[in-house]
């Protein structure tokens, strides 16, 4: 305890006694720093805020959905603090007044970039904080000049929202309007190719693939026909089964008609319905000449006997046997006809297959076109919709919640602290330049250091005995370094006086 009580004693005597090396030290560093810390200009700040309106049933029903508006506002949001909004602020602000060239301009913009920021506090409110410190300008024009840019950042913001949509989908709608002009045109080109060709390959019409569809049709339509057919000829088997167990005539009455009589009659009904018009292929003169050959062969085998007639049954069931096979024999011919058409189809594509895919391309390009053209014309017709909702009712709807502030006071820098901090510095900087200096000068405070560094024993010390006038020097030597301390805290004091004054001035 005593050794750091000999080491902490011997600091201070060494500090005291070159105390105007630490003075002067302390004086040269706090005027330093105080001249540098003058001279960094103020910093003033402005803020706005901006609540943006995303709702509008309209809007929505036409397809200008929040998604869409939000990223409108995003990408407006991102865009303004471009390079050419940035020299629309400095050209109409005082920021323009120090611009000659456009290496002044660059650095201008470059300069403001860092100085404004565009947020996005919450989900419909955006904040844009403006930063002006132009050592060229005052206090007060510093902080009147950082409201104006917030100002005109609020009103480039509106000018890109009204204007600058608009403008786009105007844009837009040129754009699609070419780009149908030049459809229409490649569409028109297209369809001459396709009606030279039809016109040079008559039995090509349908193209290539429409020429494949109808050959799968067509397949597809033998398939069921085979089905049905085979239908057909199950039900023909079945009647014939019923036919062979069934009598052809039964026992009748005295009031009952002879074979002969039935005969006539049937032949008298097929006379009725050819004066009628109705040829051997109807349905009806089919089944009434079966029934006449069926009646004819009964009374053939008869003989006139009057004993019996007809059975019903058996002449119901060759009525249904000749609809049958009436159906089996129009089953069969449409059955031919669609293998002969399959037959020229396979034929067609087997012969020239150049052709067919001459004939597929020439459709298919076609086709492309057709439908692309048909896309744009539906884009077209809904961007102009659109177009005209945002015109007269606009969907997105600005209100200044906050307009930009004065500032009353510079945000940067924090004058007060960097005066304290620079004091404290200097005074630092001279108590450890006169500790150093003691460091590098062989002197013993007490007689313990001299002690320890010797390794010899010290019997004793002699105190100093000043006269009266060295005691006389001394004091105004004293006195003199604490006015000169006094005075240093006496100008730190000012300083602060000054800061203090100005940002009063300011308010």
Not at 166 to 177: D, I, Y
Not at 339 to 363: H, K, S, V
Not at 396 to 421: E, I, S, Y
Request: proline share 3%; hydrophobic share 45%.
């Amino acid at each position: 305890m005593n050794g750091l009580y000999d080491e902490v004693l011997s600091a201070l005597h060494s500090v005291w006694n070159r105390r105007w090396l630490a003075l002067a030290v302390a004086w040269g560093v706090c005027l330093l720093g105080w001249l540098v810390v003058a001279l960094i200009p103020n910093s003033y700040e402005s803020k706005a805020r901006i609540f943006v309106q995303l709702d509008d049933a309209l809007a929505e029903q036409v397809g200008i959905g929040v998604a869409d508006k939000k990223r409108d506002i995003e990408r407006i949001r991102q865009t303004l603090t471009s390079a050419v909004n940035l020299e629309k602020v400095i050209r109409s602000t005082k920021l323009g007044d120090s611009v000659s060239s456009p290496k002044d301009m660059e650095g201008a913009v470059a300069a403001l970039g860092k100085a404004v920021k565009v947020a996005s506090t919450e989900e419909n409110i955006f904040e844009i904080t403006a930063k002006a410190s132009d050592g060229s300008l005052s206090e007060a024009e510093n902080a009147k000049l950082a409201q104006e840019i917030a100002q005109k950042m609020i009103d480039i913001f509106r000018e890109e929202n009204l204007s600058g949509g608009r403008g786009e989908m105007t844009e837009t709608l040129q754009f699609v309007n070419g780009q149908l002009q030049q459809r229409e045109k490649e569409l028109e080109s297209a369809e001459q190719r396709r009606l030279a060709f039809e016109a040079k390959n008559p039995d090509m019409v349908a193209g290539g693939a429409a020429g494949l569809q109808r050959l799968e049709a067509a397949r597809a339509e033998l398939r069921g026909i085979d089905a049905d057919l085979a239908g057909a000829q199950s039900a023909v088997a079945a009647i014939n089964g019923q036919l062979a167990g069934t009598p052809a005539t039964i026992a009748g009455g005295p009031g009952t008609s002879s074979p002969k009589s039935s005969l006539a009659q049937a032949t008298s009904d097929l006379a009725q319905m050819r004066a009628r018009g109705l040829t051997d292929n109807h349905p009806d003169v089919i089944a009434l000449k079966s029934q006449i050959a069926m009646l004819r062969t009964v009374a053939q085998g008869d003989g006139g006997n009057a004993g019996g007639v007809p059975n019903p049954a058996y002449s119901s069931l060759q009525s249904i046997k000749a609809d049958r096979e009436a159906s089996v024999q129009s089953l069969t011919a449409r059955r031919t006809t669609i293998q002969a058409e399959i037959a020229q189809l396979t034929a067609r594509q087997i012969n020239d297959p150049e052709m067919a895919a001459e004939a597929q391309r020439i459709t298919r390009d076609y086709d492309v076109l057709r439908q692309q053209y048909d896309k744009l014309l539906q884009d077209r017709e809904e961007l102009r919709l659109r177009g005209e909702v945002k015109t007269e009712r606009e969907a997105v709807k600005f209100q200044v919640v906050d307009p930009p502030t004065t500032p009353r006071a510079p945000v940067a820098p924090n004058r007060p602290l960097l005066l304290v901090g620079v004091l404290v510095l200097g005074l630092g900087a001279g108590v450890g330049a006169a500790f150093a200096l003691g460091q590098l000068r062989t002197t013993f405070a007490t007689t313990g250091k001299l002690e320890s560094a010797t390794g010899l024993p010290v019997l004793g010390s002699i105190s100093r005995t000043l006269t009266e006038a060295a005691q006389a020097a001394r004091l105004r030597q004293r006195k003199l370094f604490f006015a000169g301390l006094g005075a240093l805290g006496g100008l730190f004091a000012l300083l602060m006086a000054v800061e203090f004054v100005q940002r009063g001035m300011v308010a």
